[in-house]
């Protein structure tokens, strides 16, 4: 029996109505028989991977995918009430579910609430019609706000937008379309991603001269967080934003290196330090094949999470988890290579990344990372 304190669930729903050309998810067409199915053998997987983790305190619930607003609030309630039978839960856990704003006609947001659902992350990803149908969406503006005021009128208080940086044809000025229609919506929370081009994708297939350069690239992006910041929205990671006391508690858990057990094809857990994570294949999830994926929570990764984060590295509790403080004062030194060019700053033994310093982020953490024994 693996003694964990709390946990972190995450559920993966594979099913989409139409694929999103820049994505690589793990989804297929929603068929209503087959998500019968998925669903009741997801909720014996739940039991089954309770019994190694069901010591642990439960705080967040997140449901990805694909497109998990595509359940019924009754099915959703159904995985939330199997979920709660086998493991503990927190007394306030955060629940999460990702919806699309195109299904909002067909989404019973009272429903949703009243089977505990209490934070939405909708995929907006630009307010400008003419980039959703470039980015293969299939819904609109008017459609998201829509989306939003029936959430919230439902008494759901905790929602995020996604947005995209670097859609073919963007300019600041629709970006910043895209950014007052999330402050005028009245959320709390906004993840604005800097677009990437995945293999095997729609946009893979495309010239790269439909695509933004590093340099335009880099100039949305800066100009995207000037404008979240304005608005009042504090950056809390790279891509993450947030209004006073929204952060998202599932995702803190991944940049801090707390225990998640991932349910469902494609999902990836880590506890006690293990990694591990179902195959992207419905044939496979249904077997029970579970791949083991090595060592989870090394210093290598916690550099590699924190440094994402606003708040940054700190040198001496890295020093107290792993042990090396040899280190210190090697990445001190570091620090001074990268801080006069305004990428980093070096304060009280942390080291934070600037905006400037996120952009290039891999580069300075693997120069980090070369520091490690």
Not at 11 to 33: G, Q, T, V
Not at 144 to 158: E, F, K, P, R, Y
Not at 222 to 247: H, M, T, V
Request: hydrophobic share 35%.
């Amino acid at each position: 029996m693996n003694t964990i304190n709390d946990l972190g669930l995450y559920i993966h729903i594979p099913f989409c109505k139409s694929k999103c050309n820049y994505c690589d998810f793990f989804s297929i067409a929603a068929k209503e028989d087959e998500i019968e199915n998925y669903i009741t053998h997801l909720n014996a997987v739940i039991l089954k991977q309770s019994f190694s983790y069901n010591k642990a305190m439960v705080q967040t619930l997140y449901f990805g995918g694909g497109t998990p607003g595509l359940l019924s609030a009754t099915q959703i309630g159904s995985i939330i009430n199997t979920a709660k039978s086998c493991f503990m839960f927190a007394e306030n856990p955060e629940i999460t579910i990702e919806l699309n704003p195109g299904d909002y006609k067909q989404t019973d947001f009272f429903g949703l609430a009243n089977s505990g659902v209490n934070r939405l992350s909708i995929g907006l990803q630009s307010a400008n019609d003419s980039e959703l149908q470039t980015l293969g969406r299939r819904h609109t503006a008017p459609d998201a706000a829509a989306a939003v005021a029936m959430a919230q009128s439902a008494g759901i208080g905790n929602i995020s937008l996604d947005l995209i940086i670097g859609t073919p044809g963007q300019t600041q000025s629709t970006l910043k379309q895209s950014i007052d229609f999330c402050v005028a919506a009245g959320v709390q929370h906004i993840s604005a991603y800097i677009l990437k081009i995945e293999e095997n994708t729609p946009f893979c297939k495309m010239e790269s001269s439909h695509f933004k350069t590093e340099d335009e690239l880099a100039d949305l992006y800066l100009f995207c967080c000037e404008q979240l910041e304005s608005a009042g929205f504090a950056q809390y990671e790279i891509s993450n934003f947030c209004r006073l006391g929204y952060q998202s508690r599932h995702n803190m858990r991944y940049w801090n290196l707390q225990d998640y057990l991932g349910i469902g094809p494609a999902g990836h857990s880590c506890v006690n330090g293990r990694r591990f994570y179902y195959p992207r294949s419905f044939k496979d999830f249904y077997a029970g094949k579970i791949v083991q994926d090595g060592c989870g929570k090394t210093a290598e990764e916690y550099i590699m999470m924190q440094l994402r984060l606003a708040t940054g590295l700190n040198l001496i509790k890295m020093n107290e988890m792993f042990g090396e403080p040899d280190n210190i004062q090697q990445f001190a030194a570091l620090c001074q290579k990268y801080e006069p060019m305004g990428l980093l700053k070096f304060k009280n033994s942390t080291i934070t990344l600037t905006r400037q310093g996120f952009l290039v982020s891999n580069t300075i953490i693997g120069d980090f990372l070369t520091l490690l024994p």
